[in-house]
């Protein structure tokens, strides 16, 4: 029904955007990874997706059409509706999600809240074809690239209200300034020192 939807951010939350657009005020639930995205915008273009279901028709806005497609393809599969495809979404950039079911990584998965085993292998046996046939060759070659200790560390973090994109790109600092591996706690720390 709506492809995108750009206008001024009247309200913003963690979960949820109001934009005006002609006058217009469109209710959006976004995920935390779109949020982290617009989270210093006062303007934005989010692309949309329009859920109806018996009583219930709900819009939910992303930063980049990738997200949305994912989104779209997560709630095709049985089981998932609109708020779990969300949570995942919350928990994993896009091309994580790719990546994940391309090598039928289930750990990722399992790390997102509510996902467990067999919701994981079905999104994987219900996606990885449709995945494949979208992505480029360099995601299909390269390896799951998930560091549990960066994840749990990321999680933690934002847990105690930092937020995310700053953390992410420190933690990424550190890994890579680190000639050896760290446990969670050790990260933790060294993103601390540097937000002091």
Do not use: C, W
């Amino acid at each position: 029904m709506y492809a995108y939807i750009q206008g001024k951010i009247t309200h913003k939350t963690p979960t949820e955007v109001y934009l005006e657009n002609h006058g217009v005020g469109y209710h959006l639930h976004i995920s935390l990874n779109t949020y982290a995205d617009i989270e210093n915008l006062n303007e934005v273009q989010l692309f949309t997706h329009f859920y109806v279901k018996e009583d219930v028709q709900t819009l939910y806005g992303f930063s980049s059409n990738e997200e949305k497609n994912i989104f779209q393809l997560l709630i095709s599969v049985s089981g998932i509706g609109p708020n779990t495809a969300r949570i995942v979404l919350s928990g994993m950039r896009a091309e994580d999600v790719q990546k994940a079911i391309v090598h039928e990584d289930v750990v990722t998965f399992n790390k997102v809240k509510g996902i467990g085993p067999k919701t994981a292998k079905r999104i994987i046996l219900d996606l990885k074809d449709k995945v494949i046939k979208t992505v480029d060759e360099q995601l299909i070659s390269s390896g799951p690239t998930h560091n549990t200790n960066q994840n749990e560390a990321l999680s933690a973090l934002i847990a105690l209200g930092f937020p995310k994109k700053s953390v992410e790109k420190l933690l990424e600092k550190v890994i890579k300034r680190s000639d050896s591996d760290q446990n969670v706690e050790q990260l933790i720390k060294e993103v601390l020192k540097q937000l002091r």
